[in-house]
């Protein structure tokens, strides 16, 4: 049985299904709100954790005993009338290419994978939308101002590193692994989280649904954020310690409101963009931008789908709070979900 098909024996009581790590708890009681079983799926045993949180525990568990596994177990979910959804843990565990090859209907486009995880893909739909994004240097000699180097599929910061010079480059550098280098955007970090519905049609119009903006955030990092207490980056390098972009945590912001319709068309176009290169982009995703001085908003990477970020907003946003009072990402997907089972549209957000 085919994906559209299992879709089509779906009867309203679906279950929302996810792994138990990244933002989990935001889905599980976003579902709750929404008066949607839940689906917790662990790792070889129940965590305990979720019994501190009764309101955003699952209402039952799924073990596997890898995540690459979860096909096997494919039967259970559609017994279950099961959706999974996505985040940035549960596709790192899998991996993209057997995340694409999950034989459960997910919520979102499964296709934006390709386009999210290959640095040149995402640099083609980015700027192919009209965004500015940093300066690629193709060669690393020609590197004359700094810039921060990204090895293929870091995630959470992991496996960045600035270089000032070529000299600074070369030291660092692990050529066994694919890498890019852009320029050093000097600014202030957003993480812009927007929400796309192909199916609701009031609201910011963009194509034939509505785009919403959710949250924004900026992150901790370890320890590239506290680390410019004991001097300067050439000075810490000295001492033996090396900056690093792990994060760590998270914290809310408020943009100042006259940027806001440049956000808003930034959203707009990647969307309309997504539809032209591989289907369209569902759901929620974010802009991990600079803003600099002269108040121009560069893009240096999107995420397609739930952020972690979003979780310091279980209540609601300055911004979310317009739109629904208390409304978090997770309870937005949930609301996505029923909206598209009372418009008989599951087609439309399902992959």
């Known amino acids: 049985m085919g994906i ?12 929302i299904a ?7 708890l935001q889905i599980f009681h976003g579902a709750r709100q929404e008066k949607l079983r839940s689906i917790g799926i662990a790792i070889k045993s129940i965590p305990s954790f979720y019994d501190a949180f009764p309101l955003a525990k699952p209402d039952e568990f799924l073990v596997v005993k890898d995540y690459k596994r979860i096909n096997e177990l494919a039967e259970k979910f559609y017994k279950k009338h099961a959706i999974i959804i996505p985040h940035g843990s549960f596709v790192e565990y899998m991996g993209a290419e057997n995340f694409m090859k999950l034989e459960i209907p997910t919520f979102g486009n499964k296709a934006v994978l390709e386009w999210e995880s290959n640095r040149e ?12 994004m940093p300066e690629i240097i193709d060669d690393a000699r020609d590197i004359n101002k700094p810039v921060i180097v990204k090895y293929y599929g870091a995630k959470g910061g992991r496996d960045f590193f600035i270089a000032k010079d070529y000299e600074d480059f070369k030291r660092k550098i692990d050529k066994s692994k694919p890498y890019i280098i852009q ?13 796309y519905s192909p199916i609701k049609k009031d609201g910011y119009k963009v194509g034939k649904g509505s785009l919403q903006l959710l949250s924004i955030d900026r992150r ?24 690093s972009f792990v994060v760590t945590g998270n914290i809310p912001i408020v943009m ?12 707009k176009r990647v969307v309309e963009k997504s539809y032209e290169l591989f289907g369209g982009i569902i759901g929620p995703f ?33 911004y979310s709070d317009f739109i629904q009072p208390g409304l978090s990402t997770g309870r937005r997907i949930a609301q996505e979900i ?14």
Request: charged share 30%.
């Open 121 to 132: 893909k995402e640099r083609q739909w980015l700027e192919g939308a009209g965004l500015k």
């Open 4 to 15: 559209e098909e299992i879709i089509e024996s779906y009867e309203k009581d679906v279950s």
């Open 256 to 267: 100042r409101e006259s940027l806001l319709p440049k956000v808003f068309e930034m959203g």
């Open 286 to 318: 974010c802009l991990e931008t600079v803003v600099t001085d002269k108040l121009e908003i560069k893009v240096f990477e999107i995420s397609a789908r739930i952020v972690a970020g979003t979780n310091l907003f279980i209540s609601g946003s300055p």
């Open 220 to 243: 901790d990092e370890a320890n590239i954020d506290e680390a410019h207490r004991l001097g300067s980056i050439s000075e810490l390098e000295k001492m033996g310690i090396q900056p």
């Open 338 to 351: 029923k909206m598209a089972i009372e418009e008989d549209k599951l087609d439309e957000i399902l992959t």
């Open 18 to 24: 996810t792994a138990c790590s990244h933002s989990s």
């Open 183 to 195: 320029e050093f955007l000097i600014g202030t970090r957003y993480y812009i989280h927007y929400f």
